[in-house]
Each structure stands twice: as structure tokens, then as C-alpha cells.
């Protein structure tokens, strides 16, 4: 017999399942250029960023050379064009200059013929001039005139002018020089892109992983099909299949002990990544994942193992497991005294009682429905009747020597 106390237990589940690979990559490439050499094989290890195959790059070499050549001439264009620009905007700036100079000689010209007007107006008057002189002075005066104002005019056409044409950044001269630009930078767009496509034909490891398919060899161009199959070898998946019961509370993070079904000694520690719910709509069946360091690439996927998973602490009243009376956990047997008849002492009885177990670690449970300090059978499955005379064990210390 032993008395129910206050305690808690750490739950634990076994469940089994296979190690599956932490990814499979698989390798395609958009280049149409045969291999020159593949340089793994099927089963081979193989390390990030390791050289796996070597596409063919002659033929995009030689075209990248090209675009080169055509992006050095686009740039001598747009030096070419932003100088000549430059000079057309110095020159517009020389002629605006000459156009204001033409105005003013115009209008110079204009009051001194004025003037000259006026004086011959009043020699005129006081008959010292004739009338033909005045006639031909008034004559000249009508058209200087007409020439300030068509020096005007010119002036504000290439006002105009100047103003449309702009500077290297902006009119019609910045327009030429940003075309110029578009084109250097448009070739050399283009030569960029083919770098990377050299790049491509450099075909490497993504991962630290095994080689599981190789379908290239030299000579061959590599279409729309899968060339290579890697899978991630340095950490794989144990995927653990279990009921609701057993993987109830477990928690992302948790840790699992993992060991190999066809191996007792190939063991691993693994956590938690996810908890899946059911895969199929009415099953009871739910899945754990579990991330497993594999450094030395003793997990191989197919491989059948076992888990232990570490659920959350549970406590309350806790008993052994083995007071349960059967396999459903849902009794136990106590003893409770029973007074006897006409004042005679009591006596102890088996009594059989319904209880709720919450959690069990293999050794003890925490169950409900049990009182701290009541007296439980510690073997629930002698088989003994409830109403049957008992006696709780004595303590070592009350004990005889005889009893000992």
C-alpha cells in the first residue's frame, strides 16, 4: 500500500515513424547550351557551392564580347553627342549675342537718322533745304525703322531658338544627349544579362546534400527536364505518426529522442518543428515533424525509427502506474476503514474507485478523483474484492525482526 501525494510527472510518448529528407532540390536550367562536364555522381556527396556540372559558354562569350563592343561604341556616341551639343549651345549663346548688337546698331542708326530728319525739317522751313533732300532724309528714317524692327525680330526667333534647343540636360539638345544614354545603357543591359547567363552555366550546389538523380551527361543540352536531384543530408526529418492522446500538448521545440529501428545503438536527439493535424479527413492519425542533426550522415531516409517525445510537466495528485486496476486507467482500489459491529473495533476494506488519469510518465500518473494521504494498492491487478478485509503495510521501522 502507499498513500497518494502531491507530486507531477513528465509525460512521454513513443510513437514511430521513417526519416524522410530535410529538402529535395531539384536543379533545372533555362540555358540552351550542352554540358561540357558533369562532375558528380549518383550517391555522391556534395557541398554548398560545389561545382557540380559546366555548361557550355562559347557561343554566349562570344556574343557578350559583342555587346561589349557595341556598349563602347554607344559610349563614345554619347561623348560625342554631349560635346557637340555643348558647342551648339555655346554658339546659340554667340548668336543671341550678335542679334542684340544688330539691334542696337539698328536703333543707333535710327536716332541719328531722327535727328538728322529734324534738322533738315527746320533748314526746310527757313528755305535753306530742298524739298527732294528732306523727302530722301524722311525716306531713310522710315527705313531705319523697319530695319530695328526686323533686327528684332531676329533676335526673338533665335531667342526661341536657343530656348527650344535647351542645355545637355534638358530641350532638344538634352533630348539627343539622354537617347544617347538609353542606348550606351541599353547595351550594356545587355551585356550584363549574358554575364549572367555564363554565370548559369556554372551549375553548383545549393545545399550539403547527396547526389539522387543525375539525368545530364556531357554533350547533351539540358531542355526543360530535370537534370538533378539533391537532398539535404546535414539535418533530415523524423516524421512520427501518432493519436490525438500522444501528441496532445506537445509543443514546437520539444525534444525527442530518436533511435534507429534497424540499429539500438544509431540514436539522435531531435525538436519539434511542427505538429500536423490529420492528413486524411476522419482519421485519428496526426504527425510530428522533428528536425535531427545528421553531421555524419548515419540517417538515411526510408529509414524506420522510434521517438520519444517529452510532453509538458503535469501535476497534481500523483500514484504509481500499477495501482490502476486494468489497461483503461480508470480505477484503483483503496483502503478505507469500516466500523465494527456493536462498538467492536473497525477494520480495513478494499474499495474500488473510478478515476481520471491526466498524465503518466511509464512510472507514476497524476490522476483525479483520489484524495492526498488516501491509502492506494500499489499493484491494482491481484484481483482483490472490494468489501475484502486488508491491512496497509506497515512502516520498515514498526516492523519485527520475524516480519523482516
Do not use: C, W
Request: charged share 15%; aromatic share 2%.
Amino acid at each position: 500500500m502507499i498513500q497518494a501525494s502531491s507530486g507531477s510527472v513528465t509525460p512521454r510518448s513513443t510513437l514511430g515513424g521513417l526519416i524522410v529528407p530535410f529538402q529535395n532540390v531539384q536543379i533545372t536550367s533555362t540555358l540552351v547550351e550542352p554540358a561540357d562536364t558533369v562532375l558528380v555522381q549518383e550517391g555522391d556527396h556534395v557541398s554548398k557551392g560545389q561545382l557540380i556540372a559546366q555548361l557550355d559558354t562559347q557561343d554566349l562569350q562570344a556574343q557578350l564580347q559583342s555587346a561589349l563592343g557595341t556598349a563602347a561604341s554607344d559610349e563614345a556616341k554619347t561623348k560625342s553627342t554631349t560635346l557637340q551639343a555643348g558647342l551648339t549651345i555655346v554658339q546659340n549663346g554667340n548668336t543671341i549675342n550678335s542679334g542684340q548688337a544688330s539691334v542696337r546698331q539698328a536703333q543707333q542708326t535710327l536716332a541719328t537718322d531722327t535727328i538728322n530728319l529734324t534738322r533738315d525739317g527746320q533748314l526746310l522751313k527757313n528755305g535753306y533745304l530742298a524739298q527732294q533732300t528732306y523727302d530722301a532724309q524722311k525716306t531713310l528714317v522710315a527705313n531705319d525703322q523697319q530695319a530695328v524692327r526686323a533686327a528684332q525680330v531676329t533676335l526673338q526667333n533665335t531667342v526661341s531658338q536657343v530656348q527650344t534647343n535647351g542645355t545637355t540636360t534638358s530641350g532638344l539638345q538634352g533630348a539627343t544627349v539622354a537617347a544617347a544614354k538609353a542606348d550606351e545603357q541599353t547595351a550594356l543591359g545587355a551585356a550584363n544579362q549574358l554575364r549572367v547567363q555564363i554565370a548559369k552555366a556554372a551549375i553548383v550546389s545549393p545545399i550539403d546534400g547527396v547526389v539522387v538523380n543525375r539525368n545530364i551527361n556531357p554533350g547533351e543540352y539540358p531542355g526543360t527536364r530535370q537534370i538533378f536531384t539533391l537532398q539535404e543530408s546535414d539535418k533530415v526529418y523524423a516524421v512520427l505518426n501518432g493519436s490525438g492522446g500522444q501528441i496532445v500538448g506537445v509543443r514546437t521545440g520539444s525534444p525527442v529522442k530518436i533511435v534507429s529501428s534497424d540499429r539500438a545503438t544509431l540514436h539522435g536527439t531531435a525538436a519539434v518543428s511542427a505538429v500536423l493535424d490529420q492528413l486524411t479527413p476522419g482519421s485519428t492519425n496526426f504527425v510530428i515533424k522533428a528536425v535531427l542533426p545528421n553531421p555524419d550522415n548515419q540517417f538515411h531516409s526510408g529509414m524506420v525509427v522510434t521517438g520519444q517525445v517529452t510532453r509538458p510537466r503535469s501535476s497534481g495528485v500523483r500514484i504509481p502506474r500499477t495501482a490502476f486496476t486494468d489497461d483503461t486507467q480508470t480505477t484503483v482500489q483503496t483502503i478505507v476503514k469500516k466500523p465494527g459491529p456493536n462498538g467492536t473495533p473497525g477494520f480495513t476494506v478494499i474499495k474500488t474507485i473510478p478515476v481520471t488519469m491526466v498524465a503518466e510518465d511509464g512510472k507514476n500518473a497524476v490522476v483525479q478523483g483520489v484524495q492526498i494521504g488516501e491509502e492506494i494498492v500499489v499493484n491494482g491487478q491481484l484481483g482483490l474484492s472490494d468489501g475484502q478485509p486488508a491491512e496497509p503495510a506497515k512502516p520498515k521501522s514498526d516492523r519485527t525482526v520475524a516480519e523482516r
